[in-house]
């Protein structure tokens, strides 16, 4: 497969990834299918899809978790493919549902933002960590969110809230600073309040440090309004993308264009994830 071209503005390109598992018996699984996407600098693309769709397949293809039985991906250019996790590290961030997974509970807030630097940073994570710099771009990041918690950098990851802890994620990714960002549903199990302030949150890393983002998201009110583009996955292959220029797109249109995408095989946690559809 050849490379993109060298003016391509793209930070990711997945090329014809398919990757298919044993399932019991004979079975095979069929789990993605000639996948093609290409997301652009400060451009965030949402994942929608029933269960077994692909979206995790696809999600963990891009990260390096899985190596795609066919096609390819590129990052900023380069043919990541066969790149285990962590060497795509450097270049690619994930936020994950499950706080405790994004924010290290036995670290402060200050050396869980000083390890996101450390990690993604062009320096080598020896030697000490909390470095003035590192605490003040840091602290920057906190502050950024509007929560107060640029005045809790020594209090310890597991001190704060679920919906806390998902906004600190956010500013560890914009400390980070990588080329793709990927989100799964990480503001699924908050409140509403903390997850409108992680969305808004997540929404202004995108576009002010310019990632390629994907998110995968079961909550259409959410897509539309974050979403440059809303892809729906089903069985496989992307039945759908869709561009939501303007964000004219509503929850109402894109849960009809669900439904025909995939023969009406739309989720309940869609539906009630949902309280927007159709309304506006
Ligand atoms: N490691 C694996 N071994 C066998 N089958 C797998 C494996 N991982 C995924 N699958 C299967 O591949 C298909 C796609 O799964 P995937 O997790 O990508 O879907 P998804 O869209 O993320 O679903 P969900 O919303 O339920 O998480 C499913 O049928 C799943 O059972």
Redesign the pocket.
């Known amino acids: 497969m050849s490379a993109p071209s060298s003016d391509s503005p793209s930070s990711l390109d997945v090329r014809g990834c398919s990757k298919s598992?044993?399932?019991s018996g004979r079975d095979t699984?069929r789990?993605?299918l000639g996948a093609n996407l290409t997301v652009r600098p400060g451009e965030l693309v949402a994942i929608l899809?029933?269960?077994?769709?692909?979206?995790?397949?696809?999600m963990n293809v891009v990260a390096g978790g899985l190596v795609p039985d066919e096609g390819s991906v590129w990052v900023a250019g380069r043919d990541v493919t066969r790149w285990p996790s962590w060497r795509r590290a450097r270049h690619l961030w994930t936020i994950r549902q499950d706080p405790e997974v994004n924010v290290m509970g036995r670290l402060t807030l200050e050396e869980n933002l000083a390890l996101a630097q450390a990690f993604t940073g062009r320096r080598r994570p020896l030697g000490r960590l909390l470095t003035r710099e590192r605490r003040e771009r840091g602290r920057a990041a906190l502050a950024g969110l509007g929560m107060g918690l640029e005045d809790r950098l020594s209090s310890l990851g597991a001190e704060l809230s679920g919906g806390q802890r998902q906004a600190v994620a956010v500013a560890m990714a914009s400390v980070a600073a990588p080329t793709v960002l990927l989100v799964d549903e990480h503001a699924a199990a908050l409140d509403p309040r903390s997850g409108r302030i992680v969305i808004a949150a997540t929404g202004r890393l995108v576009v002010e440090n310019r990632l390629a983002c994907l998110m995968?998201t079961h909550n259409l009110d959410q897509a539309v309004e974050l979403a440059d583009r809303v892809v729906i996955?089903h069985q496989?292959s992307i039945a759908a993308d869709l561009r939501n220029p303007g964000r004219a797109l509503t929850a109402g249109d894109l849960l009809a264009r669900f439904e025909e995408a995939t023969g009406g095989d739309v989720p309940d946690v869609v539906k009630l994830a949902t309280d927007g559809a159709g309304r506006r």
């Open positions: 598992f044993s399932g699984i789990a993605l899809g029933s269960n077994g769709a692909g979206k995790s397949t696809l995968i996955m496989g």
